[in-house]
Each structure stands twice: as C-alpha cells, then as structure tokens.
C-alpha cells in the first residue's frame, strides 16, 4: 500500500514561529502537494511539486514556502506563523499523470493551531 | 482554469435510503474526475475514479458514479446508505497536461445519516 507520512498529527505553536512540517512518500511518486483544508472551503492548494528541487505555488501560496531535496519528502514551511493559518494541513503524492495509475494518495493530515 | 461544483454542503438521509451527492466540473480538456471520503480527524481516501471509458464507475463500500459529459457531471450515488457512510466527501477534477496531476478540490459534501 502507498504511505504518506505526515510528521505530526497536532501541532502548537505561537505566533511567529517558524514552522516546519515535514511529509514522507514510500511509492516513488513524482507529484507532492500540500493542500490546506477549513470548513466551507474545501481543499485548497498551497504548493506541488513534480520533481526534485522543482515547485510551482498553488492557490493559496502567501505566507509559506515549500522545499524538495529528495523525492519522498516534501516540506510546507510558515515563515512566521499568524494565526489564520491555524487549519488542517493536508499532504498527497500522485504518479505521473496517465502513468500507473492517476489517483493522488494523502496523509491523515497535521491539525496546526497557532496561539 | 478547471473547476468544481459541489451542490449541498449538508446531505442528511435516513438509514437504508438512497444516497446521492452532486458535483458538476468545468474543463476545458477530457477530465480526470474523482470522489473522496474523509472521515472524522483523517486523510482523504478515494472511493472511485473515472479517467477513460466506461462512464459508471464503481467504487469501494457500494458507491458508484456516472461521468455525463453533456451535462459536466459525476455524481455519486449509492442505493441505500449505512451508517457507516457518514463522513464528508469531496469531488475533485484533475488539471494538467503532461506529467502534473493537480487535483481541484470541491468544498465537500458532510453527509448524516438518521437512524
């Protein structure tokens, strides 16, 4: 079965802080993804990226920063934390579209509260 | 850009009845659509997916969905609903050309079901 590992499940942290939140693939996916999930709002895009050291900003990008050094680890960063970015965090990985399969698989997400 | 629309944000059904969420995509290529469910404080799992061909698609726990290309829609329906079916569902559309498989994200559906 594809793993995606998300470092933590709950996090705190006070405003301002730099945080880091780490996420892990064991299925040699190309694609990863960091989606921010709240109520009403869905799913919604923070950063991918489709290789090593390659990102492109999603829809939401302001305030975060993303780094791929490796191919099965992808990390979502806020560069100083405030606190409308207290939300679940959500992590995927995906194929090559059309290429093995097309389905992104997720993690159980990190709840991130900033106080 | 694609798009999706998820109508009802809250679905309630009785135990045993039929159960059945909306979603209506825009796209302007052949889509790559899906459904996933989320239960309480975990990740996204897909239930079903629909790339090329067939245009019902089955899918896990007795779910199944229609992609109807002349109305923009892949909703999902499953004859008579358990309790174990109460969680939140969410419609996604693949956007992309070449390698990336981004997913859109609809706003979710929270389905109830009544004993």
């Known amino acids: 079965d594809v793993k995606v590992t998300q470092s933590s499940r709950y996090l705190v942290k006070r405003t301002g802080e730099k945080v880091f939140l780490e996420c892990v693939q064991d299925m040699d996916h190309e694609n990863m993804f960091w989606y921010r999930q709240d109520p009403g709002l869905g799913l919604r895009l923070i950063y991918f990226s489709y290789d090593v050291k390659m990102k492109e900003k999603g829809d939401i990008p302001e305030g975060y920063s993303v780094s791929r050094e490796k191919k099965e680890r992808f990390s979502l960063i806020l560069e100083s934390a405030s606190t409308n970015q207290t939300s679940m965090y959500l992590c995927a990985s995906s194929p090559v579209r059309g290429e093995g399969g097309t389905e992104a698989f997720f993690g159980q997400g990190t709840r991130l509260t900033v106080v | 850009a694609q798009s999706v629309t998820q109508l009802g944000s809250h679905v309630s059904v009785s135990e045993g009845a039929l159960v059945l969420l909306r979603c209506n995509y825009s796209?302007?290529?052949?889509?790559?659509l899906f459904w996933y469910v989320q239960y309480p404080n975990q990740g996204l799992q897909l239930l079903l997916k629909y790339t090329t061909g067939a245009t019902l698609v089955k899918g896990i726990n007795g779910f199944e969905a229609e992609f109807k290309k002349s109305e923009t829609s892949f909703h999902l329906t499953k004859p008579s609903a358990h309790m174990s079916d109460a969680a939140e569902y969410f419609c996604a559309v693949s956007e992309g050309g070449g390698a990336t498989n981004k997913l859109i994200f609809g706003t979710g559906t929270l389905l109830a079901v009544q004993p």
């Open positions: 796209s302007s290529v052949p889509p790559y």
